[in-house]
Nanobody
């Protein structure tokens, strides 16, 4: 079973940075596509960034140029570096793993519990 635990959320000012990390079970990275998603208050969960098995990376337009998804093989973590944060980035952020090549949340099979990111203006 794949177990995912996010960390690194918190409070930041607009223009600031945060780094999220998703710790996975030792073998969890093998054979999965990985994604970061977020759920703003009162809204549906939405795609943020994905790192596919092929190495291809995809970002939502709203975060492109500001966020960077990466994998640390030594630490078995999936990271999301978030720069130039905006108040509209406020959300609960989730990491997820799935077999399908997709950015649709429902197609991901395994989810972390989420970590809150709050950006003040």
């Amino acid at each position: 079973q794949v177990q995912l635990v996010e960390s690194g959320g918190g409070l930041a000012q607009a223009g600031g940075s945060l780094r999220l990390s998703c710790a996975a079970s030792t073998r969890a990275f093998r054979g999965f596509n990985w994604g970061w998603f977020r759920q703003p208050p009162g809204k549906e969960r939405e795609f943020v960034a994905a790192l596919f098995l092929s190495g291809y990376i995809n970002y939502a337009e709203s975060v492109k140029g500001r966020f960077t998804i990466s994998r640390d093989s030594a630490k078995n973590t999936l990271d999301l570096q978030m720069n130039s944060l905006k108040p509209e980035d406020t959300a609960v952020y989730y990491c997820a793993a799935g077999r399908a090549l997709t950015t649709t949340p429902v197609d991901y099979d395994h989810w972390g519990q989420g970590t809150q990111v709050t950006v003040s203006s």
